[in-house]
């Protein structure tokens, strides 16, 4: 695990030592165990530690080391093959480095280290771009190929790790955070219209190919790219893996539950490869405590911690269930509290971290927590991410599974579905009313459904106008009419709407703290083996979610976490801290960085906010995204123009 940068110049000439000290310091907290620095001119490459003068090269390549897998010398980068042709900085794990390494030694390979990194080269110098499609881990790297003067960039399947590029005044630059691609000459900090406005609707970020910075490109996951170091602007985006949603297991319910507990139990297995201690994130939620009893059924000896959030609101607190499922693992176990104060004075460091604007204070909840493990020496941390999204952990998902039986034409079962479904806890006829609607009617017509529920994008505050001159697509909430709507919204939550942004904020959050965070859920295996389910596999005929997990675990997970059926997930009592921080929100909109945001209704805002604390109107997550963008604009001085 670790931060990578590079930078290429074209034509070849010097390159400032400041600006290659500058991209490792910035870079620093990812890997503080070690860096290096390459440098190719003419085709002769040098490497060091310490920098010195002025590189005088047409490529330059960077690496921060946080040493996980042999902590070692051998295990330092940018390293290269015996020939000298190939090169690498690689970020992330490959939890099936051992296999491959047999592989790969069978095949005439020789290794110098016990590392992940030397293994990943030796499997592209054998295999090139198929070699991805053999990986099981997370992953950003950047080869370069000496010979045909090219470089090669790739991104793990689900986009667990981050790999970001821009153009710059002189050429072509890399690196694994934005904030270093914004010191560079000629990098815009301009506004990307559309994500702004993605995000200031709905929290959505970290989709695709662009970012919140117009300038600022990302790899998108389960891609590789190509950069020819003489001709940089053109390079070349291939996808190289997609979730075959046309597959299906003819499996029953029991065979499915054990298939699936063999899946996540050789996951977990892998996922606790390390030359490092590894401790676990618990929520009290099924899919944590899934990973924790995982690894306590693997590993009867292990020295687990397990690190926990709890909320001081009696009803969105997990305690119960963290004590529960960490006296079923003989875990110790450790607990954060924040408070809103901490909040407050956490937060200009928290903006920076994330680089982003980020949906809710529940991130800052999730970066107390890995504070919390680096205090008592925990390097790597396993985490139930990508779960809700391939098991349907939220009850949205039940209106989704209803659409479905009634697109297949099932109205009986549809029916009985119904019924049983609103007996849940937090779910109900009401609840689900507006939702079924929503997923019957057009759109045109779902645009004045969500306007009466106030969940539209054309609230009085937003200045639409503004947007549309900048050609933004003013989108609205898509409508499913396919006959398995389930699996299509199970699918866009991972690929768009929820997961490509709950990943940023856990490496964000879990680097800033020099930690690894693994994530057991997200492998091509499990997600293609969910997939090719049945729908009801998932959801059940009573309205269960994840179904035929809570079957797979049995035996493993105590019954009580298993049988829970009041989903709360990662929640901070964000109306109360935010009402107890009033004159600071109240500073933040009056602030001049909030006066210089076009896109917002400064005024309407204000308007707004203090119909919401006098109780006119209801408290919702566009409180925190007024307050988020105003702070990210002040933090990296982004123009909203």
């Known amino acids: 695990m670790c931060g990578i940068a590079g930078l290429v110049l074209v034509p070849p000439g010097p390159i400032k030592s400041e600006r290659v000290r500058s991209l490792l310091q910035h870079l620093e907290h990812r890997g503080p165990d070690d860096s290096g620095w390459l440098s190719l001119r003419k085709g002769k490459v040098c490497l060091g530690r310490e920098i010195t003068g002025d590189f005088v090269a047409n490529v330059v390549l960077v690496h921060r080391r946080l040493s996980i897998l042999d902590l070692s010398e051998a295990g330092w980068q940018p390293m290269g093959t015996l020939d000298g042709r190939y090169w690498i900085v690689f970020n992330g794990e490959i939890y099936n480095y051992l296999e491959l390494r047999v592989e790969l030694e069978a095949l005439g390979h020789r290794f110098r280290s016990r590392s992940d990194t030397e293994v990943l080269l030796a499997a592209y110098v054998e295999w090139g771009s198929q070699s991805l499609n053999r990986l099981v881990g997370m992953f950003a790297f950047v080869i370069l190929d000496v010979k045909t003067r090219k470089l090669f960039l790739a991104r793990d399947f689900f986009g667990i790790k981050p790999l970001y590029y821009t153009y710059w005044r002189a050429g072509f630059a890399f690196a694994s955070e934005i904030k270093p691609l914004l010191e560079l000459p000629g990098v815009s900090r301009r506004v990307n219209p559309q994500r702004l406005y993605d995000y200031l609707c709905s929290g959505i970020t970290d989709h695709g190919g662009e970012t919140l910075f117009a300038h600022i490109k990302q790899l998108p996951a389960a891609h590789y790219m190509e950069v020819s170091l003489d001709n940089p602007q053109e390079v070349q985006l291939t996808r190289y893996w997609r979730i075959d949603l046309s597959q299906r297991a003819e499996l029953s319910f029991d065979e499915a539950a054990d298939r699936l507990r063999d899946l996540f139990l050789e996951s977990v297995r892998l996922h606790l490869r390390s030359d490092v201690p590894v401790g676990a994130a618990l929520s009290g939620g099924i899919d944590s405590s899934s990973i924790v009893m995982a690894m306590r059924h693997l590993d009867r000896n292990l020295d687990i911690h397990t690190?926990?959030?709890?909320?001081?609101?009696?009803?969105?607190?997990?305690?119960?269930?963290?004590?529960?499922?960490?006296?079923?693992?003989?875990?110790?176990?450790?607990?954060?509290?924040?408070?809103p104060e901490e909040l407050a004075a956490d937060l200009d460091h928290l903006v920076a971290v994330q680089g982003e604007s980020f949906c809710s204070t529940s991130i800052y909840a999730q970066s107390r927590i890995f504070r919390r493990a680096r205090e008592v020496g925990i390097k790597v941390m396993l985490d139930g991410q990508g779960a809700d999204e391939m098991l349907a952990g939220y009850a949205t998902y039940i209106a989704s599974r209803l659409r479905s039986l009634l697109s297949q034409g099932e109205l009986a079962q549809a029916v009985r579905f119904l019924r049983n479904a609103s007996r849940l806890p937090r779910v109900g006829t009401l609840w689900l009313q507006p939702r079924i609607l929503a997923l019957f009617l057009p759109q045109n017509i779902q645009v004045i459904l969500r306007r009466w529920f106030r969940k539209d994008c054309s609230l009085s505050w937003l200045n639409c106008n503004w947007f549309r001159d900048r050609g933004v697509n003013l989108r609205s909430f898509s409508y499913r009419n396919g006959r398995e709507v389930l699996k299509e919204d199970l699918y866009q939550t991972l690929v768009e709407t929820s997961l490509p942004s709950l990943l940023r904020y856990e490496d964000r959050n879990s680097m800033a703290f020099s930690i690894e965070s693994r994530v057991p859920f997200l492998t091509p295996a499990l997600a293609n083996f969910l997939f090719s389910l049945p729908e009801e596999y998932i959801v059940a005929p009573d309205g269960t979610t994840k179904a035929v997990f809570r079957k797979a675990m049995r035996g493993i997970v105590p019954d009580a976490i298993l049988d829970?059926?009041?989903?709360?997930?990662?929640?901070?009592?964000?109306?109360?801290?935010?009402?107890?921080?009033?004159?600071?929100?109240?500073?933040?909109?009056?602030?001049?960085?909030?006066?210089?945001?076009?896109?917002?209704?400064?005024?309407?805002?204000?308007?707004?906010?203090?119909?919401?604390?006098?109780?006119?109107?209801?408290?919702?997550?566009?409180?925190?995204?007024?307050v988020n963008t105003v702070l990210w604009v002040q933090k990296f001085a982004v123009k909203v123009e």
Do not use: C
């Not at 001081?312 to 176990?333: F, H, K, L, Q």
């Open 564 to 626: 829970r059926k009041d989903k709360i997930g990662f929640q901070t009592p964000e109306k109360d801290w935010l009402f107890k921080l009033r004159p600071w929100v109240d500073r933040v909109l009056a602030s001049n960085a909030a006066m210089q945001i076009p896109a917002i209704d400064l005024t309407e805002v204000k308007r707004e906010w203090g119909k919401i604390v006098q109780g006119y109107r209801q408290f919702d997550s566009r409180v925190w995204r007024w």
């Open 307 to 339: 690190f926990s959030y709890i909320a001081d609101d009696s009803t969105i607190s997990e305690e119960r269930w963290v004590d529960i499922a960490s006296r079923g693992a003989n875990a110790v176990v450790h607990k954060v509290r924040p408070s």
